[in-house]
């Protein structure tokens, strides 16, 4: 008989951290404080917008440790805000947008306050990729963020058409719209689709594990 028994080493199967207490109070705060403002700023419609629709998931994801929301949104935000800040950039530096979309936040008839909360952009994407390395990626992202897109796009075609809204109307590249309302939506969902999300989704299959409840199940 062995004189002592070999002990077990624990394995890892990924991501077994959560998000700490004090940040996701912080989240829910920041969702609180953020969604007052920004309905007295630019009213309900406003939360059309995808990005919007970002904070709120995310902060949501946060508050309940959900992988499966964190990585939705990081599938829909991380690229978009990064182009975002871009485009700012330029703005600010060579005085004129890369694509645009950020015109308002230039626009002095916005209170100023209302248009500083939108720096949120620069932000969110390092706290969606540090949320993932500790909640891990789950896989299930792309398809829950393709399934939320369509009908955001349907609403934002027909509640809002005069403020062209996530680009449901005319594209933010060439300024113009493809065809009839089903034609042009179908153009920008698949666009979003297979040119953002899955590139994305794609990336953070390589660089972060599955969450550990997920492994458990395969």
Same mark, same amino acid.
């Given at each position: 008989m062995a004189p002592f028994a070999a002990k077990k080493m624990p394995t890892s199967t990924g991501p077994r951290q959560k998000i700490p207490d004090w940040f996701r109070w912080l989240a829910l705060l920041w969702l609180i404080a953020w969604f007052a403002a920004y309905w007295r700023a630019w009213g309900p419609a406003n939360f059309l917008h995808l990005c919007d629709i970002a904070v709120i998931l995310t902060c949501i994801g946060l508050w309940t440790n959900s992988a499966l +929301? /964190?990585?939705?949104q990081a599938d829909s935000s991380v690229l978009i805000d990064i182009v975002w800040t871009l485009d700012v950039a330029a703005r600010l530096l060579f005085g004129r947008h890369l694509i645009g979309g950020t015109e308002y936040l230039f626009d002095g008839s916005t209170p100023l306050?209302?248009?500083? #909360?939108? &720096?949120?952009?620069? /932000? #969110?994407?390092? /706290? #969606? +990729?540090?949320?993932?390395?500790? +909640?891990?990626?789950?896989?299930?992202?792309?398809? $829950?963020?393709?399934?939320? &897109? +369509?009908?955001? &796009?349907?609403?934002?075609?027909?509640?809002?058409?005069?403020?062209? #809204?996530?680009?449901? /109307?005319?594209?933010?590249? $060439?300024?113009?719209?493809y065809g009839p309302a089903p034609a042009h939506l179908a153009i920008t969902f698949l666009f979003l689709v297979f040119v953002v999300y899955l590139p994305t989704h794609l990336l953070f299959m390589r660089l972060f594990p599955s969450p550990t409840h997920s492994r458990k199940r395969q």
């Open positions: +929301l /964190v990585s939705s306050w209302a248009r500083l #909360l939108s &720096l949120f952009h620069i /932000v #969110l994407p390092f /706290v #969606l +990729l540090w949320s993932l390395g500790r +909640l891990g990626y789950d896989r299930r992202g792309w398809k $829950l963020q393709s399934a939320i &897109l +369509l009908p955001v &796009l349907i609403a934002s075609r027909f509640v809002t058409p005069d403020q062209n #809204l996530n680009f449901a /109307v005319k594209d933010p590249f $060439l300024h113009r719209s």
